[in-house]
């Protein structure tokens, strides 16, 4: 089912730079990508602290207690079920159930440093 509501810009990458299509154009992205780029991208700036620190029980709870405000925020989100955090050697990986126009949808992105 499109999410047209859900927005729509420009493509990133991991590195938050912009995709290019084949045509040589800004690649777009809209719907749950587009949803999933931009909780990406306020992850990143909200966990900054948290990358490369070792994620003990009390540094789970915080990451996770600032993922939380992160998704709170988000309008187009209706609820979160659940979110879980894997710690990568850039950072960490997100997964979150999430309500969203009334649909249970799985959200998986990376927040780190991708060099």
């Given at each position: 089912m499109p999410h047209e509501e859900l927005g729509s810009g420009p493509a990133l990458d991991k590195n938050f730079d912009f995709i290019i299509d084949s045509s040589g154009d800004i690649e777009d992205s809209d719907g749950l990508n587009e949803l999933e780029k931009d909780l990406s991208f306020a992850s990143a700036f909200r966990l900054e602290d948290f990358i490369g620190q070792p994620l003990t029980p009390t540094t789970r709870q915080?990451?996770?207690?600032?993922?939380?405000?992160?998704?709170?925020?988000?309008?187009?989100?209706?609820?979160?079920?659940?979110?879980?955090?894997?710690?990568?050697?850039?950072?960490?990986?997100?997964?979150?159930?999430?309500?969203?126009?009334s649909e249970q949808q799985t959200l998986i992105f990376p927040v780190g440093e991708h060099r």
């Open positions: 915080k990451v996770e207690n600032a993922l939380g405000e992160v998704f709170d925020r988000e309008s187009r989100i209706d609820s979160v079920q659940s979110i879980e955090v894997e710690q990568v050697d850039y950072g960490f990986d997100v997964q979150a159930v999430v309500i969203v126009n």
